[in-house]
């Protein structure tokens, strides 16, 4: 049996659903080694390295989210689902819009 082709057909179609749990997957996990790379740096040496790598551990569990939405985005698109393209890129401005919000405030 061949393996499936990784495309997007429609929402909650194996397909999708196997890309979005590769981007939550190369998120959370890359996430946590870099955290525990930065732990262990910190652990050697303690310099102002480590406190950098758990920074961007904690940045790419933070961007997980967002790739996940831009995933789905580019997903719908390809399949011309214009509905659920829609809700996503609606979903992302809204993210978007109120991390910049939080920024300023």
């Given at each position: 049996?061949?393996?499936?082709?990784?495309?997007?057909?429609?929402?909650?179609?194996?397909?999708?659903?196997?890309?979005?749990?590769?981007?939550?997957?190369?998120?959370?996990?890359?996430?946590?080694?870099?955290?525990?790379?930065?732990?262990?740096?910190?652990?050697?040496?303690?310099?102002?390295?480590s406190m950098q790598v758990m920074r961007v551990g904690v940045l790419l569990l933070m961007a997980t989210p967002v790739l996940?939405?831009?995933?789905?985005?580019?997903?719908?698109?390809?399949?011309?689902?214009?509905?659920?393209?829609?809700?996503?890129?609606?979903?992302?401005?809204?993210?978007?819009?109120?991390?910049?919000?939080?920024?300023?405030?």
């Open positions: 049996m061949a393996p499936e082709k990784l495309t997007a057909e429609t929402p909650g179609s194996k397909s999708t659903d196997r890309w979005v749990a590769l981007i939550l997957r190369i998120g959370a996990y890359g996430s946590v080694a870099l955290l525990l790379i930065g732990l262990l740096l910190w652990a050697a040496v303690s310099g102002p390295l996940r939405i831009i995933t789905l985005l580019f997903l719908y698109l390809h399949a011309r689902d214009w509905k659920y393209a829609l809700i996503s890129f609606t979903v992302l401005l809204i993210v978007i819009v109120s991390s910049l919000l939080g920024i300023k405030l």
